[in-house]
C-alpha cells in the first residue's frame, strides 16, 4: 500500500482525507501497525486507482463478511439496509444464526451481487464451502497411487504420516517377501505406473490401516461415495483398537471404553451394510 501511494505522489494525509480517517491512521496501517477496517478497503484501492482484489487479494470463495466489505459498507450501515439492529448481521457474518428470508434480496442488492451468492456466501460464513471440479477430483480417487495419496493427506490428521520407504516395508513384511521397493511406491504415487499385485495391494491396505477391498479396481468412488472411503479407513481402526485422529469433544484422551464398544458395536453393523453400498443397493 505504501509503494502505491508513494506510486502516485500521493501523500499520507491526502490519502487518509479521501478515505475518510486520519492521517496517523494511514501510518499505523503502512508500518503493520494496525489493519483498514474491510469496509474501507474499497474506498483506499479507489483512491489509489487499484483493483481492489489486487490491492487486497483474497483466497477462496468470498463469506458474507467480505461481501459486506467489498460494498464499502460497516455493519451498522448494513443493519440499517435492513431496517434491523447489528445483531442478524453479526450473527450471519460470524456462523452463529442465518439471515431471515426478508433480508437476503436487500442485502444481495446493497452488496452488488445475485441472491444466489449471497446465499453462497452465507453458506461460506457457515464453513460450508461450495465444491469445485478440483474438490470432486480430489475427493474420487481411483487408481492405486490416488488412493495412496487420498490416504496420506486426510487420514493423518494431528500424526505424521508414513514414508515411501516405511510403506514399502511394512508391504514387503505383510507379504513376507521383498514385493515392491521405495521407487516403486513413489512410481504409484507420481502416477508413473498405476499396476500394482494383488499382494502388493493387500500390503497397501495393511501399511495404511485400511480394508483391503478399497484397493480393488473396482472401488471407484465417485464424489458422493465420500463417506463410504472413509468408513473404510475408520472401520479398519476400530478392528485394531485404534481411532485414527478421534476424539471426544474435550476430552484429549480419546473415547472412554463404554463408548468404543458401542462404536464396535455399530460397526459390526455397518460392516453388513457395506458390501450392499458398494453394489449402489
Known sequence: MRAVRRGKDLGQKELAAEVGVSGPTVARWESGQDFPKGE?????????????????????????????????????????IIDASRVPVSNAESGRRRLSDAYVQPLAQAYGVTEEELLAAQDCSFGLRPR??????ASAPRTVGEKINYLLQHGYVGQEAPSEEEIARVVNDHAGE????????????????????????????????????????????????????????????????????????GNSGGLSAEMMATINDLVGELKHKLPEVQDGE
Open 40 to 80: 474501507k478497503l474499497p474506498a483506499i484501492a479507489a483512491a489509489l486507482g487499484q483493483p481492489l482484489d489486487v490491492l487486497f487479494p483474497h483466497d477462496g470463495p468470498p463469506d458474507l463478511q467480505l461481501l459486506r466489505c467489498d460494498a464499502g459498507l460497516s455493519v451498522a450501515q448494513a443493519a440499517a
Open 132 to 137: 469445485t471440479a478440483r474438490d470432486d477430483q
Open 178 to 249: 521383498t514385493a515392491v521397493t521405495t521407487d516403486d511406491i513413489i512410481a504409484l504415487r507420481t502416477g508413473a505406473t498405476t499396476e500394482a499385485s494383488d499382494v502388493v495391494r493387500a500390503g497397501l491396505a495393511a501399511a495404511l490401516q485400511v480394508d483391503a477391498a478399497l484397493f480393488h479396481d473396482d472401488a471407484e468412488l465417485d464424489p458422493s461415495a465420500r463417506e463410504l472411503f472413509e468408513a473404510f479407513r475408520f472401520i479398519s481402526s476400530i478392528h485394531r483398537g485404534q481411532i485414527l485422529g478421534l476424539a471426544a469433544r
